[in-house]
């Protein structure tokens, strides 16, 4: 369905074949840098037995997913609706979906304590607002992820989950908004809103005026960064991506120190040390380790 103050513009898709092109995105980009084997046995590695790629959850991870599943469902809503329907009580069925193992949870306690954390984040943005109850836009998506071609010559798809654009009507242009619902600060050097601010200029017509991150769980609200430099950040994407790109073609994807804090719950799940709790979104296995972790 279509709402009159949700306005998206979407682009061409061509005849290219996507199925043989290197995905890049935030998240894909960050585990490469961490550890050349965590970007491979997250991002390309594929179990035999189901076919599915590996996901190791935790209670953060399932934190972030619930409050961000809550907040994108009010964006598909017309302003003058969009908390007519209570957010809480989706945060609550959102929340039983991922109850338990399947969230990565401990024991009761432990879920019971992010679970406060969410109905506060959420509680923070019915309480303030802000951009929230303004017009959004919303990009051409699928399987839930905005993608672009990045480079055709190099074969690189440029993708990811914008969570929020908000509509600037007085000078028809747009505002980036990123939710964050953890308690650091991303780092100033972070690819993340440069990525956002490509996908959101090459899937929509508007000019970009504004770029922010929203943080739900530290105090600091909104808050408004430096529109990236354009150049800069496709000079940066490129070099990582030719890295990945060597990587793929020399099969070589190995740990700078032979088994990291970064790759080593993944090895364990390959030594068979993990228990599946089930199956994402995104068709991964989803995985929990039941052992602490040593210190590396």
């Keep these: 369905m279509v709402y009159d103050d949700i306005i998206g513009y979407m682009d061409e898709s061509g005849t290219r074949d996507k199925f043989k092109a290197i995905w890049l995105s ?7 840098l961490k550890c050349p084997r965590l970007y491979f ?5 594929k179990d035999l037995r189901t076919s599915h790629k590996i996901s190791v959850i ?31 009580d989706k945060f609550e069925s959102a929340w039983k979906k991922v109850s338990g193992q399947i969230g990565g949870f401990e024991n009761p306690e432990q879920e019971n304590t992010y679970k406060e954390r969410g109905l506060k984040m959420i509680k923070t943005i019915i309480e303030k607002p802000g951009p929230l109850v303004n ?65 959101t200029k ?35 994407i490129n070099k990582i991506a030719d890295r990945i790109s060597l990587a793929l073609k ?9 088994g990291c804090k970064h790759c080593y719950p993944y090895e364990r799940i390959l030594k068979g040390e993990g228990k599946w709790v089930g199956i994402s979104e995104y068709k991964q296995d989803i995985y929990i380790l039941n052992r602490p972790q040593p210190e590396i």
């Design 26 to 32: 935030h998240s894909s980009i960050n585990d490469f």
């Design 135 to 199: 017009k959004a836009i919303k990009l051409k998506s699928e399987n839930g992820l905005s993608s672009f071609w990045f480079s055709e010559d190099k074969n690189l798809i440029l993708c990811g989950k914008v969570d929020w654009i908000e509509y600037l009507p007085k000078t028809d242009s747009i505002h980036i908004i990123d939710f964050k619902t953890g308690r650091l600060e991303e780092e100033e050097e972070s690819l993340q809103l440069p990525i956002y601010y490509l996908l």
């Design 58 to 88: 935790s209670p953060a991870l399932t934190l972030g997913q619930v409050v961000h599943t809550v907040i994108e469902s009010l964006s598909g809503i017309p302003r003058e609706e969009r908390f007519a329907d209570s957010p809480i």
């Design 41 to 45: 046995l997250h991002n390309r590695y």
């Design 250 to 258: 020399l099969d070589h994807f190995k740990c700078p120190s032979n």
């Design 202 to 236: 090459n899937l929509q017509k508007r000019k970009i005026a504004k770029a922010s991150y929203w943080y739900l769980d530290n105090g600091k609200g909104l808050v408004q960064k430096q529109l990236p430099n354009e150049e800069l950040a496709i000079e940066k």
